[in-house]
């Protein structure tokens, strides 16, 4: 199964609300990894990765980086 990602990270000092690209058929983004959030759930384990409600866009906290995988 190939898996896309999505990279972002923000610079800026104002949280930024980001626009996801659509993904093909069925596939969905999940959260593999957001700088944003407190240890241990800044990054997740293989196969942990989390479902997001929003599939269209997404918050990225000020400073924070993003990894989003397709699946």
């Not at 700088?35 to 409600?53: H, Q, V």
Request: hydrophobic share 35%; charged share 30%; net charge negative.
């Amino acid at each position: 199964m190939d898996n896309d990602f999505y990279v972002a990270t923000n610079l800026d000092q104002y949280d930024l609300t980001i626009t996801l690209p659509t993904l093909p058929g069925n596939k969905k983004w999940h959260r593999v990894a957001d700088t944003a959030f407190e240890s241990p759930d800044d990054i997740l384990e293989k196969g942990n990765e989390e479902l997001l409600r929003e599939q269209r866009r997404y918050v990225l906290i000020s400073g924070a980086t993003v990894i989003l995988m397709s699946k």
